[in-house]
């Protein structure tokens, strides 16, 4: 290894070293990139497994200015425990790398360690208060959207003053199917997320407004999974008209040898047994508590979920009802156009108080007509404030809360599930992208 590569990579574990001092609970997730030499970068760069520098640039701002490098060290693994890398997918990709820039120097900002300690410029300044009086959270995808809403002038400025590293290593978060390393690349910096959270609270200290800003991001990712297994519960198996390659139809594979002698015939089966989706229904609150950005983006990461790879059988339906102290509206999407017009111009309708009842007994209304014939469950998303039904259902019903929520009157029957509202907010709308 030439000396110039060899004293960068001790100038980057002198740069780990010095940040664990600072952040102890930070230890597992600092010695997870690997440094790579990599000529031609002006900073740091990573793809989640790889910390690539070029020896030229760390040993000139070693002399000049080591505290960048120990933020853009910090900056660069802060991404990685974000999932910034892995979530991209549509979103245009300049605005996307400047809104995971903001989330992680607010976060290095607020956690005001002295490795990595900086005066806040004005406009630093400006950005952060304003995000902070939106309180929609502070997240990247919150950011985007904000973002979204500037000029582009205003964009240039704020991605000068925010630009710490290379993410010309995320282009793979925006393929459908990440490759095998990059996927278990992911999934070990999960496990280092959730390492992560343990350790801040094995610490006992209390945590600054950057380390609690961390722990949440690290939970809502969290929390997405979760609500992903959890659907899975409501699917069933049946059989559906499906060539099945793995086993065959052992009348004909007898036959074979009896007229034939030594000539088995392999007839594959024609159905097999699938653990899918039949028919589902989805009520949403629409009261004037719950807020109706956060009502199309629940649905619309539900409906990205449910509509993935061998998730409904061939022929399904989902009811999707709004309701507050009584029904408002009751759209049935059975195919993909249904699917596409439900968002394109999707409004909410309510406003009132919350009554859960009238939902449960329009439902058992619609099994009774022969509506609904194979109803595999019902999802309720809302915020928790409400007149809860007293009758137990014959089905699978979950009711999904957002953040904090008082759970001693949700019916001990029901199944519920806490969500993290920033994180559904980290999802933009993908009715653009089916329909393209």
Known sequence: MPWEQEMSEKILKFIQNELYLDLR???GALCALTPKYMQGLSTLATDGIHLGYDSEHILRVFRQNSMFLNRAYLHTVLHC??????????RESKLWNLACDIAVEYTIDKMDKPSTKRILSFLRKEMYQELEQKKNGISAGVIYRILQEKQEEKLLSLAREFYTDDHRFWEYGKKETPSPIMQQAKEN???IARQTVMEQHRKGEDPKQGEELLSSQIKAGRSRRSYKDFLQKFSVWQEEMHCNEDEFDLG???YGFKVYGNMPLIEPIETREEKKIREFVIVVDTSYSTSGELVESFLQETFQILSQRNSFFARSKIRVIQCDE???KDTVIENEEDLHRLFLDFSIQGGGSTDFRPAFSYVEKLR???EIRNLGGLLYFTDGKGIYPEKKTDYKTAFLFLEDFDSKNVPPWAMRLQLESEEFLNYEHQAGKRRD
Request: hydrophobic fraction near 30%.
């Open 25 to 27: 609970f930070l230890k």
């Open 81 to 90: 425990i974000y999932r910034h890398p892995w979530l991209t997918g549509s």
């Open 189 to 191: 910096w999960d496990k």
């Open 252 to 254: 004909f594979y007898s």
């Open 326 to 328: 009584r029904i408002q």
């Open 368 to 370: 009774q007509d022969g």
